[in-house]
């Protein structure tokens, strides 16, 4: 095929339907979540334990010895309620360890949790059947640590499933001097 009878057609993302081997459901928040893919993973649940402000994050590049570039995504104060606030930044390697630390004490919704965990293990489930050929569909699994999935998710998960965990949280967390805490 060439570039000339290759045609391209754009449609509106509401009007797309969801592969039927893809055991995820398509609803209104997932498709909020494709819209908005490049926001990052924790801005919605932290505030800035100076001011009060919400957070926000940037992404930075550095330029290694080896000449490749790495890119560091950088949390801190969004600054709308003190313009001249001097909360340090939290990178997110950073924060992630710190909020794996945390899940214990965290207050989660396990409901939401056990569903996401249920979607996970139906994924790999097909996986493992349409392409491993290995056949574990009917072995139930034992009685879950809903907080060890979180952990899961949270080293592992790609930037929409740590998001939609944090759909998860109840508890609300503060960034102060490179620290977080649960308010
Ligand atoms: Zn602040």
Redesign the pocket.
């Known amino acids: 095929m060439s570039k000339d009878n290759l045609k391209i057609e754009y449609a509106d993302i509401n009007t797309l339907k969801p592969c039927e081997y893809n055991p995820r459901r398509w609803n209104k928040e997932a498709k909020e979540q494709l819209r908005e893919n490049h926001e990052f993973a924790f801005t919605k649940l932290m505030?800035?334990?100076?001011?009060?402000?919400g957070i926000s994050a940037e992404e930075k590049y550095k330029k290694l010895k080896n000449g490749t570039v790495a890119k560091y995504i950088y949390y801190?104060?969004?600054?709308s309620?003190?313009r001249h606030?001097?909360?340090e930044y939290l990178r997110e390697e950073e924060l992630i360890e710190q909020l794996i630390k945390l899940i214990d004490k965290i207050d989660v919704n396990d409901v939401g949790l056990q569903i996401k965990f249920e979607e996970e293990s139906k994924r790999i489930n097909n996986f493992n059947k349409g392409v491993l050929e290995i056949n574990n569909s009917n072995k139930k699994h034992k009685e879950i640590n809903l907080k060890t999935y979180a952990k899961y998710v949270l080293r592992s998960g790609s930037n929409e499933e740590k998001r939609e965990l944090m759909g998860c949280f109840k508890s609300k967390i503060k960034m102060m001097d490179g620290i977080i805490n649960i308010i």
């Open positions: 505030t800035c334990g100076l001011c009060g402000s801190g104060c969004g600054r309620k003190d606030c001097k909360n």
